[in-house]
């Protein structure tokens, strides 16, 4: 399928286990992105990647592992989950040079119980 | 206090009215000023974007930045119900490596 898509869509898990986000884009866009989504806090940067091998912190990266192999991949690490971590983790990504605009993906809704 | 604050709403708004929307911020290296639109259990999509200041229209949308008091605003004009969304202003300065930083989002209603 083109474009960008995030597996799971919805994970429940509990507190201390590790958990791995999927991010799959198919335009082969450099930058990468991950984002949670909370209510009263927006979208908020977890981690990006400007090509492949090369990924630094955004806002809130404590608790996260990013790693990026291959270009059309981007998974996200939660070493051992807290409860803190339930929210909506979007992964976006973006062509270089083009900075205003990011392309997202549908999202993974996780709980952690 | 956020480098972007936006007044989370909800917004209600009868069909066919005028939605005003606005954003400011404090950081005055933000060169780029985009609205993304998203709708209940999609990710954010571009809108429309400005470069620097000024104004720029598409369709029944019009983006307003006013650097000098570091404000933005998003109208759209003759509202329709496919409008109600959260619209999310987000703010880059290019040297960020395509960084983005979002605000929170409004809720937009509108209403038959």
């Known amino acids: 399928d083109a474009g960008i898509t995030q597996s799971p869509r919805y994970k429940i898990t509990e507190t201390g286990r590790q958990v791995t986000l999927m991010c799959h884009q198919t335009w082969s866009h450099s930058y990468m992105f991950w984002y949670r989504q909370d209510l009263g806090h927006g979208l908020r940067l977890i981690y990006y990647s400007a090509a492949a091998d090369i990924t630094d912190k955004g806002e809130v990266p404590d608790g996260y592992v990013v790693s990026r192999s291959k270009t059309e991949n981007f998974p996200l690490t939660l070493e051992s989950a807290t409860r803190s971590q339930t929210s909506v983790y979007f992964c976006?990504?973006?062509?270089?040079?083009?900075?205003?605009?990011?392309?997202f993906g549908p999202g993974t809704r996780l709980t952690v119980t | 206090q956020k480098e972007v604050e936006q007044d989370p709403g909800p917004l209600s708004v009868p069909e066919g009215a005028i939605v005003s929307l606005n954003c400011t911020y404090s950081n005055s290296a933000f060169q780029y000023f985009m609205w993304y639109r998203q709708y209940s259990r999609k990710g954010p999509e571009l809108l429309m974007y400005t470069y620097s200041s000024g104004n720029k229209e598409d369709g029944r949308f019009t983006a307003q930045v006013d650097k000098s008091s570091k404000y933005i605003s998003l109208f759209i004009r003759d509202s329709q119900p496919s409008d109600s969304a959260t619209y999310l202003c987000?703010?880059?300065?290019?040297?960020?490596?395509?960084?983005?930083?979002f605000g929170g989002g409004t809720r937009v209603l509108v209403k038959p």
């Open positions: 976006a990504s973006s062509d270089l040079g083009i900075a205003y605009e990011q392309y």
């Open positions: 987000a703010m880059s300065v290019v040297a960020a490596g395509n960084k983005l930083t």
